[in-house]
């Protein structure tokens, strides 16, 4: 099956476009499904799973809870999730033509050879963007947003070494980097999907 | 005008792109032109003046032949070449729809807000490439096209120091970079002339 994966730099409009892809006939687009598809097969809250993927394994569990050592049960679920996540990614890309966002998806699924993109954006463009999806009330100051765009980066890229890539965001991993910053992503992606389709 | 640069690593393929974005109707692809008309309004040597452009000013001329100092007019030329050069590049992009393969025309047109190409590929991919362009009774090992493509790559980007530019390559400089490991330029460059189009 063809798999088109999408990393991204946060705040850059990755998400969006790899919705927009999947406007390509027989794609589908997985995002939030492959956290819940997680839940349901290990019987745990998906939030948690979101946050131990995002985060990486391990990182998410204190070895102590003040006396008490972490139950060789809770150490089990955190091997469990990324070998759990592996297989469901495996199993959707066995079954149907797919678009995936982040999830090292890209390292994952190598054997598929996916078509690999890299979406970024300066700065400036992430913040504004970032600022267009707050909540009311949840308004960050363009400082803040910074920081918090850098630490996502932070963690995707120590992330991604769990896999063995110690350079993610290099253009060499990728078959196409895309600057997004004074783009529309609504007009550019039926370019991105005529594009990929010359991959496969 | 609108303008599109084409930055590029040796053997991947950027001319070839260039000629073919092209295409697009009103558009017109410049190379050895410019040299030419360099040459014309120096009263130069054609070859000479490309070796200066990929080589950088003052890199060509000894600063001694033999007992003998330069003369001033050999060094004046050397300073002609880089002013005849932005004034070409100026003139191009303010009376016609374009697409400029290196020359720097990316930081040189800043000004004209270019769409910036980065074109890259493999080394396995680049060697191939310089093989099948090869002319017969040429033909270098690919231990030696590696030595060179590494080469010319390197003056690339020494050449791109002269104009402040420390990170040639960098993705962050570009719009949109193209790995062409494994694809066809002649079927992708449609496409992205498409995209191009979205920018201005």
Same mark, same amino acid.
Request: hydrophobic fraction near 35%; charged fraction near 30%; charge should be positive.
């Given at each position: ?30 995002? &939030?499904? $492959? %956290? ?12 948690? $799973?979101? &946050?131990?993927?995002? =985060? ?14 972490? +139950? ?6 955190? $091997?469990?999730?990324?070998?759990? !996540? =592996? ?16 999830? @090292? @998806? ?9 078509? !690999? ?6 700065? =400036?463009?992430?913040? *504004?963007?970032? =600022? ?5 009330? %949840? ?6 947003? *910074?920081? +918090?765009?850098? #630490?996502?980066?932070? #963690? ?9 890539? +110690?350079?993610?965001?290099? *253009? #060499? ?12 992503? !609504? #007009? ?9 389709? %010359?991959?496969?």
């Amino acid at each position: 099956m063809n798999v088109i994966t999408i990393s991204r730099e946060f705040g850059s409009g990755g998400r969006e476009l790899g919705k927009r892809l999947a406007d390509i006939p027989g794609y589908t687009y997985y995002d &939030r499904e $492959i %956290e819940a598809d997680i839940a349901k097969r290990l019987d745990m809250d998906e939030g948690y $799973i979101s &946050r131990s993927i995002e =985060q990486g394994a391990v990182m998410n569990i204190p070895l102590h809870f003040g006396r008490t050592l972490a +139950s060789p049960y809770m150490l089990r679920q955190q $091997i469990d999730i990324p070998v759990e !996540k =592996q297989r469901v990614l495996k199993e959707i890309a066995a079954t149907s033509h797919c678009v995936i966002v982040g999830r @090292a @998806a890209d390292v994952i699924l190598a054997e598929h050879k996916p078509f !690999k993109i890299f979406v970024y954006a300066d700065m =400036q463009h992430k913040i *504004k963007r970032c =600022q267009s999806y707050s909540a009311p009330g %949840e308004n960050l100051t363009p400082g803040e947003l *910074k920081k +918090s765009i850098k #630490k996502m980066d932070a #963690k995707r890229r120590e992330y991604l070494t769990m896999f063995g890539v +110690s350079d993610w965001g290099d *253009k #060499k991993n990728y078959h196409l980097c895309i600057n997004t910053t004074g783009m529309e992503i !609504k #007009k550019i992606a039926p370019h991105i999907a005529e594009y990929a389709k %010359e991959w496969f």
